[in-house]
Nanobody, 114 residues
């Protein structure tokens, strides 16, 4: 069973930056679109950013211009560079294929607060 391992979260002040990583060892990675998702307390999990096998990217409106998704197929890793973070970005961040078809990992907590 493929295990997704997210990392890079933490506590950051508004306006700060974080870079999330997600490794998917043992998975078939290259041919699938990948996505970053997040779930804030009391809310449903939402799709934040996607990157296709051809590296076409897309973002939900609330993060467009601030977040950048990228991938390293050789390392089976997807990244999320988050800049100009806002308190409303506070959530647990997860990666998965898009649409999601693997078991969810534990996620990485991102907290934006002064």
């Amino acid at each position: 069973q493929v295990q997704l391992v997210e990392s890079g979260g933490g506590l950051v002040q508004p306006g700060g930056s974080l870079r999330l990583s997600c490794a998917a060892p043992g998975s078939v990675f290259r041919i699938y679109s990948q996505g970053w998702y997040r779930q804030a307390p009391g809310k449903q999990r939402e799709l934040v950013a996607t990157i296709t096998s051809g590296r076409t990217t897309n973002y939900t409106d609330s993060v467009r211009g601030r977040f950048t998704i990228s991938r390293d197929n050789a390392k089976k890793t997807v990244f999320l560079q988050m800049n100009n973070l806002k308190p409303e970005d506070t959530a647990v961040y997860y990666c998965n294929r898009n649409p999601p078809s693997l078991s969810w990992g534990q996620g990485t907590q991102v907290t934006v607060s002064s």
